[in-house]
């Protein structure tokens, strides 16, 4: 069994398995019993929290608190729904458009590791919007989608797919004359490095007249290891291009040292940052939010003057209108 494979299928997301792994709290295990959604990560990324301290940041972005449990019971999640389609379109149920030539496909449901703070716990972990996944459909409107010239292909996390679903998307599309860029989204060179594999990395890279970029998702230095610097260096190496999406979290990373080590870790392993999200308004997810004016200051203060321009992100507010800037967002609500 390969060993990607083999991570998937023992997943840590029972709490006998994790209290073999750590010394879970007795507010870890209320908050485990209680909760009614999807928990859980890989073998690999629960190696990496720390076996005593419940603060730890790994520990924090996958076991689930009692604050998470109380306001996932406050929130009537049946009302929530994934952004309406741009104007004048009627697109399928996989595929999002909020800008007039790019489209997110979601293609899984699924994640390797499910993040507390996820602003899609409807349809990757409450399971009280299902989404109709049916990627045939998505591709033929894609291809009939003329003005459309970039797919981010997204869910859950399309690299839990196998590796022919996997080639299947990249092949079809790439078929397709007026699409000029593939994306993946995906954490797993974060929470599973085994998943880069030689196979996959032959896949996605070699020239091409259609490249593709991968966007993985890292929030604390703690969370690179030389099993993703060599997870990293595999795509580079194949072509792929390799950017970083983090969030800024309450108690994870909202202070200006743990801002820059992860920004200067990122580059040491070669992937460039790109976003540092704001941390979405989603079940669950208050006891993670901060103000936007702090994640502004924080990269300040953090990565001005410290480090090269290479390693400062975009700090942005995605809305169901797209991402904006925290100052256009600042302008518009008059901070």
């Known amino acids: 069994m390969e060993a990607w494979i083999e991570q998937l299928k023992n997943r840590v997301n029972t709490i006998k ?14 908050a485990l019993r209680a909760i009614d959604s999807r928990w859980g990560t890989t073998l690999y990324f629960a190696s990496l929290m720390d076996k005593t301290n419940p603060n730890c940041p790994i520990r924090k972005q996958v076991i689930p608190s009692i604050a998470e449990v109380r306001a996932l019971r406050s929130w009537d999640l049946s009302k929530k729904t994934l952004p309406p389609a741009f ?11 909020k800008y007039p030539d790019r489209v997110a496909f979601i293609v899984s449901d699924r994640c390797a590791s499910y993040c507390r703070f996820c602003f899609r716990k409807e349809l990757v972990m409450t399971k009280t919007k299902p989404l109709s996944l049916k990627v045939e459909e998505g591709i033929r409107w894609i ?12 869910g859950g996390d399309p690299f839990i797919l196998s590796d022919d679903r996997i080639e299947h998307l990249v092949r079809r599309l790439r078929e397709i004359p007026h699409i000029e860029m593939i994306r993946f989204g995906t954490r797993t060179p974060i929470v599973f490095p ?19 970029w991968v966007n993985t998702h890292c929030n604390h230095p703690k969370e690179i290891t030389m099993h993703t610097a060599r997870a990293i260096f595999k795509l580079l190496s194949s072509g792929v291009n390799v950017g970083n999406q983090a969030v ?11 801002l ?26 208050e006891a993670f939010r901060t103000p936007i004016a702090l994640g502004k200051t924080l990269l300040t203060r953090a990565l001005c003057g410290h480090t090269t321009g290479l390693a400062r992100p975009i700090y942005a507010v995605d809305t169901e209108n797209g991402k904006q800037s925290t100052l256009s967002v600042a302008l518009n609500v008059g901070l």
């Open 143 to 154: 291809r009939t989608a003329h003005h459309i010239r970039d797919v981010l292909i997204t």
């Open 194 to 212: 085994q998943r880069i594999t030689a196979p996959l990395c032959r896949i996605l890279g070699g020239f091409h007249r259609v490249p593709i």
């Open 248 to 258: 800024l979290l309450r108690g994870i990373n909202d202070d200006q040292d743990t």
């Open 87 to 97: 104007p004048g379109n009627s697109t399928p149920e996989c595929i999002v458009q």
């Open 260 to 285: 820059r080590r992860l920004h200067q870790k990122l580059l040491s392993i070669r992937i460039r940052p790109y976003y540092l999200f704001h941390c979405e308004m989603a079940p669950g997810n």
């Open 17 to 30: 398995h994790l209290k073999a792994l750590v010394t879970v709290s007795a507010q870890e295990e209320a």
